[in-house]
């Protein structure tokens, strides 16, 4: 993971180190810049794939082809395979695998990527720019003079003095000739195919695993663990990621209340970590502690939404401990989206509930992947989602919305269907599996303190 910047029809190095200065929490194990005609490009690196040669830019052609790029491409080697007898590859990086793909394919080179991403590439004169499906890498850009500059955080952006900050749109590419091009849409409702029980559990528990595990990539010598909240989704995660890596560090915080109780995430945490048999970590902190940290995450998650700043509190908490022990960490963010998780959607008419659904996925860039990603690289860690796999993504708006809320024992449940389809496996026990869903704030045991702070 990595922080990006650049500008194209002027040579500014000045400002593009600007730029890069305001990113080292993105990249704290390397940096680099590259001038070509009119071109600057300039990459601060967090290391994780190709850890000894990925630097960047990567270049070509005698540096008159290049790319920088923040993100993950987790078929990078499928892909490579394919290049390699024509390209000859200088990393092992899964960026220069990009670079060579679009020498094959031109800018259409972005619908084979698997991934998360963030990307600028230019070949003499000629330059596009591009962005995940989803939007879970951020990139802004804005014009000055005439001239193209773009970056990976909006703080960044403000040194760059454009007249106006645009946020890149996901799931497009961008060339001179033919502008934004969209590539990817979040695929139509068809939520009448997937309408057998057993069937669609069958898919869910066999794209999830596969989305985890794709997840797991990096070099040997990369730490990588997960979030572990003692909810369904996370703790889902987790229990897979766990099959494949011995010892797994997962990651819980809350508070205790007025009596000394702790908060029912910690609590849930304990169970679910003890079941897969991680080496869990918590981080119990205080009312002081949160107020500490709130003029800190507004800043930091360049958002002032209350909902997203409440959320985001505990969100900085976890991603500050998980910080002292990995570098890549999973979560579960994407679930509620994908699955109809969120209280609110219970009072939904069925008939509904998958048009909430795919609004709430095309806005996540703006909102929880906004947030996991600045309070993940704000402590130069990178956070994964796998529940924001395409094929998962494609998959959720097959499945019926009366297989998604459905009755479990007298009451609603969300996400019913996601909980069935690993109903009697070994990854979580039924208490963890079915237990009730609470919002982050509620189950760290800080729902109420930006409240109070506000009164």
């Given at each position: 993971?990595?922080?990006?910047?650049?500008?194209?029809?002027?040579?500014?190095i000045?400002?593009?180190?600007?730029?890069?200065?305001?990113?080292?929490?993105?990249?704290?194990?390397?940096?680099g810049?590259?001038?070509?005609?009119?071109?600057?490009?300039?990459?601060?690196?967090?290391?994780?794939?190709?850890?000894?040669?990925?630097?960047?830019?990567?270049?070509?052609?005698?540096?008159?082809?290049?790319?920088?790029?923040?993100?993950?491409?987790?078929?990078?080697?499928?892909?490579?395979?394919?290049?390699?007898?024509?390209?000859?590859?200088?990393?092992?990086?899964?960026?220069?695998?990009?670079?060579?793909?679009?020498?094959?394919?031109?800018p259409?080179?972005?619908?084979?990527?698997?991934?998360?991403?963030?990307?600028?590439?230019?070949?003499?004169?000629?330059?596009?720019?591009?962005?995940?499906?989803?939007?879970?890498?951020?990139?802004?850009?804005?014009?000055?003079?005439?001239?193209?500059?773009?970056?990976?955080?909006?703080?960044?952006?403000?040194?760059?003095?454009?007249?106006?900050?645009?946020?890149?749109?996901?799931?497009?590419?961008?060339?001179?000739?033919?502008?934004?091009?969209?590539?990817?849409?979040?695929?139509?409702?068809q939520?009448?195919?997937?309408?057998?029980?057993?069937e669609?559990?069958?898919?869910?528990?066999?794209?999830?695993?596969?989305?985890v595990?794709k997840?797991?990539?990096?070099?040997?010598?990369?730490?990588?663990?997960?979030?572990?909240s003692?909810?369904?989704?996370?703790?889902?995660?987790?229990?897979?990621?766990?099959?494949?890596?011995?010892?797994?560090?997962?990651?819980?915080?809350?508070m205790?209340?007025?009596?000394?109780?702790?908060?029912?995430?910690?609590?849930?945490?304990?169970?679910?970590?003890?079941?897969?048999?991680?080496?869990?970590?918590?981080?119990?902190?205080?009312?002081?502690?949160?107020?500490?940290?709130l003029?800190?995450?507004?800043k930091?998650?360049?958002?002032?939404?209350?909902?997203?700043?409440?959320?985001?509190?505990?969100?900085?908490?976890?991603?500050?401990?998980?910080?002292?022990?990995v570098?890549?960490?999973?979560?579960?963010?994407?679930?509620?989206?994908?699955?109809?998780?969120?209280?609110?959607?219970?009072?939904?008419?069925?008939?509904?509930?998958?048009?909430?659904?795919?609004?709430?996925?095309?806005?996540?860039?703006?909102?929880?992947?906004q947030?996991?990603?600045?309070?993940?690289?704000?402590?130069?860690?990178?956070?994964?989602?796998?529940?924001?796999?395409?094929?998962?993504?494609?998959?959720?708006?097959k499945?019926?919305?009366?297989?998604?809320?459905?009755?479990?024992?007298?009451?609603?449940?969300?996400?019913?269907?996601?909980?069935?389809?690993?109903?009697?496996?070994?990854?979580?026990?039924?208490?963890?599996?079915?237990?009730?869903?609470?919002?982050?704030?509620?189950?760290?045991?800080?729902?109420?303190l930006?409240?109070?702070?506000?009164?």
């Amino acid at each position: 993971m990595c922080g990006i910047a650049g500008c194209i029809g002027t040579r500014d190095i000045k400002t593009v180190n600007r730029m890069l200065d305001a990113l080292p929490h993105r990249g704290p194990n390397d940096r680099g810049i590259h001038e070509h005609q009119d071109i600057v490009f300039g990459h601060t690196r967090l290391s994780i794939v190709d850890v000894a040669r990925g630097h960047q830019p990567i270049l070509a052609n005698g540096g008159g082809m290049g790319i920088i790029c923040n993100g993950e491409v987790y078929n990078f080697r499928k892909l490579r395979s394919k290049l390699s007898p024509k390209y000859a590859f200088r990393t092992k990086s899964d960026t220069e695998v990009i670079l060579h793909l679009y020498q094959e394919k031109g800018p259409e080179c972005v619908k084979d990527l698997d991934g998360m991403f963030a990307f600028a590439l230019f070949e003499g004169d000629d330059f596009m720019l591009a962005r995940d499906p989803i939007g879970i890498k951020p990139l802004y850009y804005g014009y000055r003079d005439n001239n193209l500059y773009f970056t990976s955080e909006l703080g960044a952006m403000t040194r760059a003095a454009v007249e106006e900050v645009h946020e890149f749109p996901a799931g497009h590419y961008y060339t001179p000739k033919e502008g934004f091009v969209p590539y990817y849409q979040i695929p139509e409702i068809q939520d009448h195919l997937l309408d057998d029980i057993e069937e669609a559990s069958n898919q869910i528990r066999k794209t999830f695993i596969e989305a985890v595990k794709k997840r797991l990539l990096a070099d040997p010598e990369v730490p990588v663990g997960s979030f572990c909240s003692g909810g369904l989704d996370s703790s889902l995660v987790a229990a897979i990621a766990a099959d494949d890596i011995p010892h797994l560090h997962t990651f819980v915080v809350g508070m205790k209340d007025e009596k000394g109780d702790l908060s029912d995430d910690v609590k849930a945490a304990r169970i679910a970590a003890k079941h897969i048999g991680s080496d869990h970590h918590e981080l119990i902190f205080t009312e002081d502690e949160y107020y500490e940290a709130l003029p800190i995450v507004i800043k930091e998650l360049e958002s002032y939404d209350p909902s997203l700043v409440r959320c985001a509190i505990p969100c900085y908490f976890t991603c500050k401990l998980a910080a002292d022990y990995v570098t890549v960490v999973l979560t579960g963010e994407g679930a509620d989206e994908l699955f109809t998780g969120y209280h609110y959607m219970k009072h939904f008419p069925e008939d509904k509930l998958n048009l909430e659904a795919r609004r709430c996925i095309g806005n996540l860039h703006n909102i929880n992947l906004q947030r996991a990603d600045r309070m993940g690289m704000l402590f130069s860690l990178e956070l994964r989602v796998p529940f924001l796999d395409e094929a998962m993504v494609d998959l959720s708006m097959k499945i019926p919305p009366g297989l998604k809320i459905r009755e479990h024992h007298g009451a609603k449940i969300e996400k019913w269907i996601l909980r069935k389809a690993f109903e009697g496996t070994h990854y979580l026990p039924d208490e963890i599996l079915w237990r009730y869903k609470v919002q982050y704030t509620q189950g760290a045991g800080c729902e109420s303190l930006g409240e109070s702070l506000a009164e």
